[in-house]
């Protein structure tokens, strides 16, 4: 029988009860999340330079999770899993206390507009969720291109507890994503975050 996590680009919609580690088979493996991959492939370098740690890529755009699958299932990577979906339930629903070792969320959509800010993702109840699902020592990793937003998320990361460890005006070679490199060729500032959640 296909695991429901597996790729089938028919069958990326996940519908699941359970919490996502257990219908993910995690055992001790890490869990690494990254949320709106986009045409992104961070994930599948990580996954493939860390064959012991499970990755889960989480997109709300079916035809970029139709592309990552197709990406992962020429990689042969079998680390990987894709959820189709809004990043929300995942944090909100799937996710137990204390289940990851980290997210990333490079570049989300950054929402300019003063009368649009409630649609951005990052927001204190998102970021108490992230915070909620670490394990201790684990960590969230952010970039952005919006000063306005880098505040907020900064805010939002610090209320939920987490502590920032590193605040860069450029993105790590890890991290330089599609979005990344745009921003370097067009020559605009970002904010790279790294915060962690310590142990009480
Ligand atoms: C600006 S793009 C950045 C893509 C990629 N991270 C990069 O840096 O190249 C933001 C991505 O987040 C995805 N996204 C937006 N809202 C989301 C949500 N609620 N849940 C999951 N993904 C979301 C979008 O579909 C889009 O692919």
Redesign the pocket.
């Known amino acids: 029988m296909r695991n429901r996590f597996q790729f089938d680009p028919a069958e990326v919609r996940v519908e699941t009860a359970a919490p996502l580690p257990a219908a993910l088979d995690l055992g001790s493996r890490d869990l690494h999340v990254?949320?709106?991959?986009?045409?992104?492939i961070?994930t599948l370098r990580e996954a493939e330079a860390h064959p012991d740690a499970l990755f889960l890529g989480?997109?709300?755009?079916r035809k970029?999770v139709v592309k990552f699958c197709q990406k992962v299932a020429r990689a042969g990577l079998r680390n990987v899993r894709a959820y189709l979906?809004?990043?929300?339930h995942?944090v909100r629903e799937l996710l137990p206390p204390g289940s990851v070792a980290s997210f990333t969320?490079?570049?989300?959509?950054p929402w300019p507009k003063r009368r649009h800010h409630k649609h951005r993702?990052i927001q204190d109840d998102t970021a108490a969720l992230l915070a909620a699902a670490l394990r201790d020592g684990g960590q969230v990793i952010v970039?952005t291109d919006h000063d306005g937003y880098a505040a907020q998320i900064e805010r939002c990361l610090r209320g939920a507890g987490l502590s920032l460890e590193e605040k860069r005006e450029e993105v790590p070679e890890a991290d330089r994503?599609?979005?990344?490199q745009?921003f370097e060729r067009l020559g605009e500032t970002v904010t790279w975050m790294r915060a962690q959640r310590r142990a009480p």
């Open positions: 990254e949320i709106g991959f986009g045409k992104d961070r989480v997109e709300i755009s970029k979906g809004d990043a929300r995942v969320i490079l570049f989300p959509d993702w970039a994503s599609l979005f990344a745009r």
